[in-house]
């Protein structure tokens, strides 16, 4: 199975992050070790919609990732610091870059 990274660019519109939160769900479903990354941009609180689509995401071993503490603290998303990132970027297969 690949690892596959979204590489969630910063933007003014939210629905482009929610967009690519379901794309990293839909790899997951199809067998991928999928996962996300939010860059500086804060998210307001996920309705139950979107923090199922986490919850889901999360059950099948993939995660969604953000170097902003406030997403980590509203939705349960895993803070990483950019170091971090740069670390679990080595160890993506592929990595997409997703916005604007």
Same mark, same amino acid.
């Given at each position: 199975?690949a690892?596959?990274?979204?590489?969630?660019q910063p933007?003014?519109?939210?629905?482009?992050?929610?967009d690519?939160?379901?794309s990293t769900?839909g790899?997951s479903?199809?067998?991928h070790y999928s996962?996300?990354?939010?860059?500086?941009?804060e $998210?307001?609180?996920f309705?139950?919609?979107?923090a199922e689509?986490?919850?889901w995401?999360k059950?099948m071993e993939g995660d969604?990732?953000?170097?902003?503490?406030?997403?980590?603290?509203?939705?349960g $998303?895993t803070y990483?610091s950019?170091?971090?990132?740069?670390q679990?970027l080595k160890?993506?297969?592929?990595?997409?870059?997703?916005?604007n």
């Amino acid at each position: 199975m690949a690892k596959v990274c979204f590489l969630i660019q910063p933007s003014n519109d939210e629905k482009d992050v929610l967009d690519a939160m379901r794309s990293t769900l839909g790899l997951s479903v199809a067998n991928h070790y999928s996962y996300g990354v939010v860059l500086d941009t804060e $998210l307001a609180k996920f309705d139950e919609y979107n923090a199922e689509n986490l919850e889901w995401i999360k059950d099948m071993e993939g995660d969604m990732f953000t170097n902003v503490q406030a997403n980590a603290d509203k939705n349960g $998303l895993t803070y990483v610091s950019i170091e971090e990132l740069g670390q679990k970027l080595k160890e993506m297969d592929v990595i997409v870059p997703y916005g604007n």
